[in-house]
């Protein structure tokens, strides 16, 4: 395929005669051998299977080759060979899901009811083979009872080789429960099969907590055995043990094997190939300290090769993995970028409109459906239209060719392209006007092909009927356009981190290894936040060697400025321009900088429960590690050790989990076990969550002889001391009996709470979630941003993270943040609100409804005290127009005049 | 088709239900073409005039998605 021909019409894939197994739908639908992966898929351009292609497996057909309008299918392409020159390498693989055909107890490969949660996703999608609605796969009856089966090629040494924790698989799988019983309504019964439920990620226990409250999801803590199809019915029978340890049967309709992740084996020999290392689970070799990384100098990786993870996680990988990669290369940045030369722009202001109208007929995928001369001859009897005309293809190389020399010729100065979308096609053509040397914004395009040609063509006299309709709107709405300017704006080179713990630290230090000037303050003394409290990673590494590493780097990079027992008292101006005001014992000065990055951290909980305070035999998991690296005698001599964890964390007023207490207990209960074998060491947890390869610490201490003991919310341990005896009465899950045990320290795993910073809050205009953290731009694509402009988010403000996600975290904001510094210019839209002061009643609505902080109240001037819109910050919503009470404020391109314009020319009868 | 179909003005958010409306092309599913489009920036600029405009230029009904 020829992809620079290719339209995406896809005439090719309606006669395509070969249906083939669509992989994307996984295996639930058909495709043709030409298709397209997906409809979404960017950019739209189809390709050949050429396994499956008639014509490329046995030398006949070529139907596709016929039908194929502008002559893009090439059967001749060979798969090429390119030599790049680069500077670095990331590597994104990604993972493949394990397949469950080798597990014959659970009937994957004979049953068609049990399939895994990858195609489920499929029939939950709504461009999915079913549209959304569940269907049983064997014989299209909606199921009542759906059960999920979690752990299945994750954490399981016996039927297969994937010792670690998936880490994702909780997750979706609760959603997916949620989401189908959404679709179903109430009456579908779904049950979720599992070990632990690991909802560590940000707002996930939440999440869990109204799945099974709200939503009446069912969690049973059980690992089913064995799947028994009952004969003819479709049904399926499970057999389980409850945690009372009775046998239990019960039968669904459907079963989903909530499937892990695993590296590919091609994977494998590419990483032999490159000369870099892996991890017992096959996963890339990073450490806590570099975690984006690879064992061999500049090639890095992000993804789920790195580590089982979520996309949240995996996007803040990447964005970590591009820092890396820039800081490396940032002395050759720009030096291969070439400048675009720019035809002078004509001045048509207050010019009569003289309108050209093009209609393209996409080959036939409009013209074979809309009557294209019909239209072109209506356009031309319309108001101000000056010329229309039809285009086979507007969008190739001689049609735009034509349009410039058109817009020369007949003098036009507004344009109107009845095509396919604006949103794909917009920018192409605003570019010709651009060439034309026509303002981008006399421009209108209205959609009849997506929207009229592909979802009407069964009726060709409507669908001609409503192209005129969408034409005479376009042409009335560009009628009223006027040439929009870009404002053009400096944006300060200068980069502002605040907070001097791991994640800050690691931000100003990538920002200045890219070359700008970072301001770096901390309200403490000293640098290191709470690390300064840890005594070694999940891997092993010692904190404070490599802490002392880390501030030793901060302190003799010139281009970082360091500003100890420093806070924010003020910050003004916006992307690109901000004067914050720095606060040192008295001492106030002004800064410039560009970009902010929130690095601000959180705290360690106090617990009031267990009886924290009465007796320095209970401590926190932060007084375990301070005995640690102090290498107090006295740890060596305990006979018994216990943690409880889950203190304040997961729990109604805090429900959320702190993600690294249970990592960091059985850490502290491995190392105390090494420093005496003989100790009695117990741990009370209510799920662990050793997610990803941290699992295989988890199995570590079990082989050592910790013991771990479950309890429930509602019946938690109790912690006493009586005569000089420190005991801890728990419920054993497996006995269902109370324990008493006698141990000498009881280390309490504390919740990790945010520093809720209002005051910076305000300052920046970002909003706190319910539990005091900051909330990002976007869950899952926008982690490492503020939906405000300029400002960035790392480390634990937004979230609990070991060091690893902190530095990846705090990588990932200054790679979002150079994103900005690099362009050293930004440029407005055109289309963005503008105040007509002089109507402006100074009401204030619009300054306190948009969410962008566009608007504020004009300083000085004739029209002091009124609203101006900073065109810097404006997205162009129209919230603000929309709740103007004067009338006074006008979206560029979207004004009122201009909407009302087009319903007014909707229904023209002709 | 019946004979009297009514005439539905739509008011679509670029970002997403335009988007969506562009997808239903893709995948070629097929609906009533009574409907006319406005493509606008956000729902946040959808004002109560225009509805009412709608209704008096002769829609039956108006839909805002976004």
Request: include cysteine; charge should be negative.
């Amino acid at each position: 395929m020829d992809e620079s021909k290719c339209i995406a019409c896809g005439a090719c894939t309606e006669k395509c005669p070969k249906k083939v197994v669509d992989t994307y739908n996984a295996g639930l639908a058909k495709r043709k051998a030409i298709y397209v992966e997906y409809p979404q898929a960017v950019p739209l351009k189809y390709r050949i299977d050429p396994e499956e292609c008639i014509y490329l497996t046995k030398g006949k057909c070529g139907t596709c080759k016929k039908k194929c309008p502008v002559d893009a299918i090439d059967y001749d392409q060979k798969p090429e060979n390119v030599t790049l020159d680069v500077g670095s390498v990331i590597l994104a693989p990604g993972f493949e899901p394990f397949s469950p055909a080798g597990l014959d107890n659970y009937q994957y490969a004979s049953h068609p009811n049990v399939v895994t949660a990858l195609e489920f996703e499929r029939l939950l999608s709504a461009s999915g083979p079913t549209h959304g609605h569940v269907a049983r796969p064997s014989d299209g009856k909606d199921p009542k009872k759906i059960a999920w089966f979690q752990c299945v090629g994750s954490r399981d040494m016996n039927r297969c080789d994937n010792a670690y924790c998936s880490s994702v698989c909780c997750m979706y799988a609760i959603k997916e429960a949620v989401i189908a019983k959404e679709h179903a309504g109430d009456d579908l019964d779904c049950s979720i099969f599992f070990m632990d439920m690991r909802t560590h990620g940000k707002e996930f226990e939440r999440f869990y907590d109204n799945a099974k409250n709200k939503s009446g999801v069912k969690f049973i803590r059980s690992r089913v055995h064995t799947i028994t199809p009952l004969q003819d019915t479709g049904d399926l029978e499970l057999r389980y043990v409850t945690e009372d340890g009775a046998l239990k049967t019960d039968v669904f309709d459907m079963v989903v094997l909530s499937v892990g992740m695993q590296i590919p084996a091609e994977l494998v020999s590419l990483s032999n190939k490159l000369g870099i290392n892996l991890t017992p689970g096959n996963f890339c070799d990073t450490g806590t300290f570099t975690p984006v990384e690879t064992s061999r100098p500049g090639i890095f990786v992000s993804g789920a090769f790195q580590g089982p993870k979520d996309i949240p996680q995996a996007v803040v990988d990447s964005s970590a993995a591009s820092a890396a990669a820039a800081e490396l290369l940032s002395g050759v940045r720009n030096t291969r970028t070439k400048e675009k030369e720019l035809v002078p722009e004509m001045n048509v202001l207050g010019d009569r409109p003289k309108i050209g109208v093009f209609i393209c007929q996409c080959g036939i995928n409009i013209a074979g459906v809309v009557n294209v001369p019909k239209v072109v001859e209506y356009a031309a009897s319309l108001p101000y239209v000056e010329f229309a005309t039809d285009k086979l293809f507007a969008c190739s190389q001689d049609a735009q060719d034509s349009m410039v020399d058109l817009i020369a010729e007949k003098g036009l100065n507004r344009i109107v392209m009845a095509a396919c979308t604006p949103k794909t096609h917009e920018p192409l053509f605003q570019e010709t006007l651009t060439n034309a040397g026509l303002n981008k914004y006399l421009f209108e395009m209205t959609n009849i092909r997506n929207q009229n040609s592909w979802v009407h063509k069964n009726n060709p006299e409507l669908a001609t009927e409503k192209a005129k309709d969408l034409v005479r709107m376009a042409i009335a709405k560009v009628a009223m356009q006027e040439p929009l300017k870009e404002t053009e704006l400096d944006v300060n080179q200068t980069a502002l981190v605040i907070g001097g713990g791991i994640a800050g630290m690691a931000s100003a230090s990538s920002l200045a290894k890219q070359g700008y000037t970072t301001h770096l303050v901390e309200k403490g003394s000293r640098l290191g936040g709470q690390a300064n409290n840890l005594f070694h990673t999940a891997k092993g590494e010692s904190i404070p060697e490599k802490l002392a590493e880390m501030v030793k780097d901060i302190e003799s990079n010139d281009r970082i400025k360091l500003h100890l027992n420093t806070e924010l008292s003020n910050v003004d101006g916006f992307v690109g321009n901000f004067v914050s005001t720095l606060s040192s014992n008295g001492n106030e000065e002004t800064l410039d900088h560009g970009i902010a990055v929130v690095a601000t951290g959180a705290s360690p909980y106090t617990p009031s429960e267990y009886s924290y305070g009465s007796d320095d035999r209970i401590i926190t998991s932060l007084d375990l590690d301070k005995k640690l690296m102090a290498g107090d005698p006295a740890l060596k001599k305990l006979n018994g050790a216990l943690f409880i964890q889950c203190v304040g964390s997961r729990e109604p007023e805090r429900m959320y989990c702190s993600r690294v207490c249970c990592t960091h207990s059985i850490e502290n209960a491995i190392e105390l076990k090494e420093i005496n074998p003989d100790m009695n060491v117990y741990v009370l947890y209510r799920d662990i969550r050793t997610y990803g390869e941290k699992e295989l610490l988890y199995k570590k201490a079990r082989q050592l002889g910790v013991i771990f003991i479950r309890f429930s919310i509602d019946n938690k341990p109790v912690v006493k001391t009586e005569n000089g005896k420190l005991t801890v009465t728990v419920t054993d899950h497996v006995l269902q009996l109370p324990m008493e045990l006698e141990v000498d320290l009881v280390t309490l795993a504390t919740a990790i709470i945010p520093n809720t910073d209002e005051k910076l809050a305000n300052f920046f205009k970002v909003a706190i979630n319910q539990d005091g953290f900051f909330i990002e731009k976007h869950a899952k694509l926008g982690p490492s941003e503020f939906p405000t402009d300029g400002v960035y988010l790392c480390g634990m403000a937004h979230y609990p993270k070991p060091i690893d996600e902190s530095i990846a975290h705090a990588k990932a904001a200054a790679a979002r943040a150079v994103t900005l510094l690099a362009r050293q210019k930004i440029f407005s839209s055109g289309t963005i609100a503008q105040v007509d002061q002089a109507n402006c009643a100074a009401c204030g609505v619009c300054v306190s409804i948009c969410p962008y902080s566009a608007p504020s109240y004009a300083e000085k001037g004739r029209f002091a005290g009124k609203a101006e819109v900073n065109p810097a910050l404006c997205k162009g919503c129209g919230l603000c127009v929309a709740s103007c009470r004067s009338g006074a404020i006008h979206l560029k391109g979207f004004d009122t005049d201009q909407i009302l314009t087009q319903i007014f020319e909707m229904d023209e009868a002709v | 088709m019946a004979e009297k179909e009514p005439k539905i003005l739509s008011f679509l958010c670029n970002w997403c239900s335009y988007g969506a409306a562009d997808l239903a092309g893709v995948s070629r599913m097929e609906y009533p073409s009574n409907i006319r489009v406005i493509r606008i920036p956000c729902t946040g600029r959808m004002s109560v005039k225009f509805i009412l405009a709608a209704f008096r230029q002769g829609a039956d009904a108006v839909w805002v998605s976004g």
